[in-house]
Nanobody, 126 residues
Framework: QVQLLESGGGLVQAGGSLRLSCAAS????????MGWFRQAPGKEREFAAA????????YYTDSVRGRFTISRDNSKNTVYLQMNSLKPEDTAVYYC???????????????????WGQGTQVTVSS
């Protein structure tokens, strides 16, 4: 059974940092793109960042580019999201998800992702 378990969320002041982790089990995902999405209160879930299966390509939504960094450790079946210079508008539940296998570029839309984690809450106070 495939499981994705996010961790690392919490409460942080504006300008602070958090590092999210997503540990996958039940299958090796080294051949799959991985992504992070987020859902703020009262809003639809949106794309945040994605990384190619080899780790050489990364995509970010405009609002996080330059502040967030996605990375992966295929030996640990884990993907990370380093979030710096956090803003109150980054407050959301953050989800990791499994994208396509051997894709030429990371995916940025929800329907291109299959397995999803339960999410981890990130709250940024002003």
């Amino acid at each position: 059974q495939v499981q994705l378990l996010e961790s690392g969320g919490g409460l942080v002041q504006a300008g602070g940092s958090l590092r999210l982790s997503c540990a996958a089990s039940g299958r090796t995902f080294s051949s799959y793109d991985m992504g992070w999405f987020r859902q703020a209160p009262g809003k639809e879930r949106e794309f945040a960042a994605a990384i190619s299966w080899r780790g050489g390509l990364t995509y970010y939504t405009d609002s996080v580019r330059g502040r967030f960094t996605i990375s992966r450790d295929n030996s640990k079946n884990t993907v990370y999201l380093q979030m710096n210079s956090l803003k109150p508008e980054d407050t959301a539940v953050y989800y990791c998800a499994v994208g396509q296998k051997f894709s030429v570029r990371p995916e940025t839309t929800e329907n291109e992702y299959s397995y999803w984690g339960q999410g981890t809450q990130v709250t940024v106070s002003s």
